[in-house]
């Protein structure tokens, strides 16, 4: 079956740009997280969907970083005046159900290169 | 806060050498433990879990104690091949953090040579 996808998979943008990124999840998986993964770094937490619900933002960097899942499946992150300190890996998971235990299922990723 | 220390790599080893990658975690309730490993060129992928003390994941021929004693999750396999060359990330998933968010050490590179 289909993966979590992830577009798009690489991302130039200038100083100040928005930007948009979208993640598609396993269909019929309930949590989403997003994640942002800096060079030679593990990924760290950005924010969590239950379906459509966010619950947990608390990893968003700052009020330029802003995330959606308006139907409970399709996500988009949104960056807005983007700066070099952004540029990173964005990475998207999703599961079944949620829960401290469940196993993540990863997309591969979206690379923000911002000059 | 919850976090994760893994020992620093590169890790470097001959084919069929013994592996031991140390991981050891903070957390104020009583975590899920995951190893995660990044193949080159791929997304990250669930390698093993455990998800309470004393529970041994395993998977590959690689395999995992958590210690809640010693607070670890120490990654071994008895005998390494080139294709297991990967980034190696520990993790953990608080039962007090809504969702299960994850949070990651900072990566092992291991590097097999034939």
């Known amino acids: 079956g289909a993966g979590v996808s992830q577009s798009p998979r690489y991302k130039v943008a200038k100083r100040g740009q928005d930007v948009a990124l979208r993640c598609d999840p396993i269909?019929?998986?309930?949590?989403l997280f997003w994640y942002q993964q800096a060079l030679g770094q593990g990924p760290e937490f950005l924010t969590y969907?239950?379906?459509?619900?966010?619950?947990?933002k608390s990893g968003l960097p700052s009020d330029r970083f802003f995330a959606e899942r308006p139907e409970g499946s399709v996500s988009t992150l949104k960056i807005q005046r983007t700066q070099q300190e952004d540029s990173a890996v964005y990475l998207c998971?999703?599961?079944?159900?949620?829960?401290?235990?469940?196993?993540?299922?990863f997309g591969p990723g979206t690379r923000l290169l911002v000059l | 806060g919850d976090s994760v220390t893994q020992m620093e790599g590169p890790v470097t080893l001959s084919e069929e050498a013994f592996l031991t990658i140390n991981c050891t975690y903070t957390?104020?309730?009583?975590?899920?433990l995951f190893w995660y490993v990044q193949y080159p060129g791929e997304g990250l992928q669930l390698l093993l879990k455990?998800?309470?003390?004393?529970d041994k994941g395993s998977n590959k021929g690689f395999e995992a104690t958590y210690r809640k004693e010693t607070t670890s999750f120490h990654l071994e396999k008895g005998s390494v091949q080139v294709s297991d060359s990967a980034v190696y990330f520990c993790?953990?998933?608080?039962?007090?953090?809504?969702?299960?968010?994850?949070?990651f050490g900072q990566g092992t590179e291991l590097s097999v040579k034939p």
């Open positions: 998971a999703s599961s079944p159900i949620q829960g401290a235990g469940e196993t993540q299922y």
């Open positions: 269909s019929g998986h309930v949590s």
């Open positions: 969907f239950q379906n459509e619900a966010q619950l947990d």
């Open positions: 957390a104020t309730g009583y975590p899920s």
């Open positions: 455990a998800t309470k003390a004393d």
């Open positions: 993790a953990l998933s608080d039962q007090g953090n809504q969702g299960g968010k994850l949070i």
